[in-house]
């Protein structure tokens, strides 16, 4: 790498007739003989790309990063099932907090849950990190705009997924070390403060469409069975008690995603920050529609459903 090139004398060999610093036809062939020096700048950005996947590729054959990320999918199918339950008791009458940091308290509060809870962070956060790699290898094969917007589309997938098992697998190691965070009251916080903000409204309003959408795509893969694409799924009994689970599941989780996107972008409509929340809030407000106890007793056992899926995920989810 050079900054600049010296100043040689045309004795010096350059094809240049007069003294100074050799013009652009004399740079030209050093670079082309030596392939190693450069301009700065030049090829940075390239090089960069070329050692990040390359790095992606290493992490995803190993074998050990493999199975940390395998165990990522029975960590998020602990999650859901606590979920679940958490779900039932509420719909019940009882009293949780039926959502992920709620599932993470409860483990917390188990004989050995200290260990369980660093085991979750771990298998989240490999989970996470396969997904960042499997978003920054995703490629274009047609060399199109369709092509090149569904690389795009397929990484902006696979990074979402990977914040959000980074993010929880980071909320079950502050939970280890002592943390209780109020999922509900964090997110009226966050809601509030963005309020408060200019253009926040419409930044929370956005936030809220996400979630919906992302909710409405959950009840759709479920429909299409769309999940099948990413795994071996066999043959035979196991194979179609897999794909059922994976409809209720997928179908169960978008219903209370979406409804958690509708508390938010009314909380922005109306710039009231108590209403948003989490998916615990989101629950209470099913419980108070028509039928919002049947329709709660169905999430919950949908959220069942997805936790067993997702151990048959850990199985067969193509890595």
Known sequence: MIDRVPVISAGAGWPCPSAGSPCLSCVKPLL???????????????????????????????SVFEVLARAGYVANAIIHALIGVIVLVIAAGGKGEGDQVGALKAVAGAPAGFVMLWLIAIGLCALGGWHA??????RDRSGDTKGAARKWGRRLAEWGQAVVFLAFGLISAAVAIGARPNADKTAEDASRELLRSPGGSIVLAVIGLAIGIA??????????????????????????WVTVLGIVGFVAK??????????????????????????DGAIDAILGLPLGPALAWTIGIGFFAYAAFTIARARFAQM
């Open 32 to 62: 082309a003989v030596s392939p190693a020096v450069s301009v700065r700048g030049m090829g940075t950005r390239d090089e960069v790309k070329t050692g990040a996947k390359r790095l992606a590729r290493e992490a995803e054959s190993n």
């Open 215 to 240: 909710g409405v795509v959950f009840v759709i893969m479920g429909a299409r069975r769309s999940f099948r694409a990413r795994m071996r799924i066999p043959d035979g009994t196991v194979g179609r």
């Open 254 to 279: 978008g219903v209370a995603l979406t409804a958690l996107g509708v508390l938010v972008s009314v909380a922005a409509l109306v710039t009231d920050a108590e209403a948003a929340g989490s998916l």
């Open 133 to 138: 790699a499997e978003g920054l290898l995703a």
